[in-house]
């Protein structure tokens, strides 16, 4: 069995890269995974004791939220997110999907951000919308997890951040022109194909 790779990405998010060979030895593939099967329970058990190990973070100590997403002829990755609840409380979902707003002044800048946030992170965007407004086109960028830096670094090199939240998404498509409500990454991505 190949080396798996564990990449934490914040103090509550775990990447797992199996490798084709990982996903043999722990006899396992992405069309069969489901966390009612006993075999899936007993390979996140073990990956959640590799990952304790190598990153010092115990992921034992709250509900999980596991996300998969097939990989590299056999592979998968997995999003490991614990997500802590106060006692009596219930931990708003709201946090995992803010919407994140970017401008761009060209369509050319727009369409290098789209295609590097889909070659790079196609697997975490939950939405995304295109919108136009004074000359500018603006982007709204919904995310699985809390990648705000991430996806920010990949599109300031092509556009602006203007903020994040559910208000300035809600008043951009009050007031802008819609171009695209729906899949605006992977439409225009597709478009340069």
Do not use: W
Not at 41 to 59: A, N
Not at 92 to 112: E, Q, R, V
């Amino acid at each position: 069995m190949n080396r798996l790779t564990i990449e934490q990405l914040d103090k509550q998010t775990i990447k797992v890269t199996l490798s084709p060979g990982d996903m043999d030895g722990y006899e396992l593939t992405y069309e069969e995974m489901d966390y009612n099967c006993p075999n899936t329970r007993r390979v996140i058990l073990k990956l959640l004791q590799e990952i304790k190990t190598e990153t010092k973070l115990d992921l034992s100590r709250g509900k999980l939220f596991i996300e998969a997403f097939p990989y590299a002829e056999g592979g998968c990755v997995l999003y490991i997110n614990v997500i802590s609840e106060p006692e009596g409380r219930r931990r708003s979902k709201a946090g995992l999907n803010t919407p994140l707003i970017f401008s761009f002044d060209t369509l050319d800048t727009l369409a290098g951000a789209c295609a590097n946030l889909e070659c790079s992170y196609s697997h975490l965007i939950l939405k995304s919308a295109l919108y136009r407004q004074e000359g500018r086109y603006l982007l709204l960028l919904y995310s699985f997890f809390k990648m705000d830096d991430k996806l920010t670094a990949i599109v300031r090199e092509f556009g602006r951040y203007q903020g994040k939240g559910e208000l300035r998404a809600a008043a951009i498509a009050e007031h802008a022109d819609c171009l695209l409500e729906q899949k605006a990454i992977e439409t225009i991505a597709d478009c340069l194909r």
